[in-house]
């Protein structure tokens, strides 16, 4: 079975620092992997997606950006952090065939920024 | 981008069916309808998901119009454990396969 796993679960950062959340995914190969945010009793926000190794796409220009190392590892960072950069950030996954597959999410992180 | 118009927010009391509804007018002929739901502090979990037929699973029934231009998610008995917010959003037919939440709808479970 495929599992997702996303960290750290929740950090306190100081505004301009650097950030870096991690995401893995386990039991299945070449996944479509996302990255989503969701600020304080809103909706969830598409920050990133990817269909492969070093392919990007960003769906929200701001000081974020993404990398996927690995097949089955992406990563969120920021060299800067701004106040408006706190939220609840999920890491997701889907099998890449077809518009009909389920998206899985992770445990989410929080992040504060102070 | 197709969108979904869902309502804020809907109550419900406990033990009693809930109809959720979600309209598309823009969708198109290869997009699926995905229901989730997100518990507060936890990732949106998966309910259901449909083209055109309806679909019923252990979890809740997806009901799709004709004309696909809505769709109607059904908690046959709310339980408590039903509270969460309920997003309908449509999987575009595109390359990327992207999925895109809107802000979903807030359902409160009356005891």
């Known amino acids: 079975s495929q599992t997702i796993h996303q960290w750290p679960a929740t950090l306190v950062q100081p505004v301009g620092s650097p950030l870096s959340l991690e995401c893995t995914v386990e039991?299945?190969?070449?996944?479509?992997l996302y990255w989503y945010r969701q600020a304080a009793g809103r909706g969830l926000q598409l920050l990133f997606y990817?269909?492969?190794?070093?392919?990007i796409s960003s769906e929200v220009p701001q000081n974020l950006s993404a990398s996927r190392p690995q097949d089955r590892q992406f990563i969120l960072s920021s060299k800067k952090l701004l106040l408006s950069d706190s939220g609840f950030y999920l890491c997701?996954?889907?099998?890449?065939?077809?518009?009909?597959?389920?998206?899985?999410f992770g445990e989410g992180s929080w992040l504060t920024v102070v | 981008d197709a969108k979904t118009t869902q309502p804020n927010s809907m109550e419900s009391n406990e033990e009693e069916p809930v109809h959720l509804p979600c309209n598309h007018s823009?969708?198109?002929?290869?997009?699926?309808i995905h229901w989730y739901r997100q518990l507060p502090s936890q990732g949106p979990e998966y309910v259901i998901h449909g083209l055109t037929s309806n679909v019923n699973n252990r979890m809740a029934s997806l009901a799709i119009a004709e004309d696909r231009k809505s769709s109607t998610l059904i908690l046959h008995r709310a339980t408590l454990r039903d509270a969460a917010v309920y997003y309908c959003i449509l999987s575009t037919g595109a390359g990327s396969y992207q999925l895109t939440f809107g802000k979903g709808t807030k359902l409160s479970v009356i005891p």
């Open positions: 990817s269909v492969g190794i070093g392919q």
């Open positions: 823009t969708i198109s002929g290869t997009d699926y």
């Open positions: 039991g299945t190969s070449n996944p479509n």
């Open positions: 997701a996954w889907r099998f890449r065939q077809g518009p009909g597959n389920t998206i899985y």
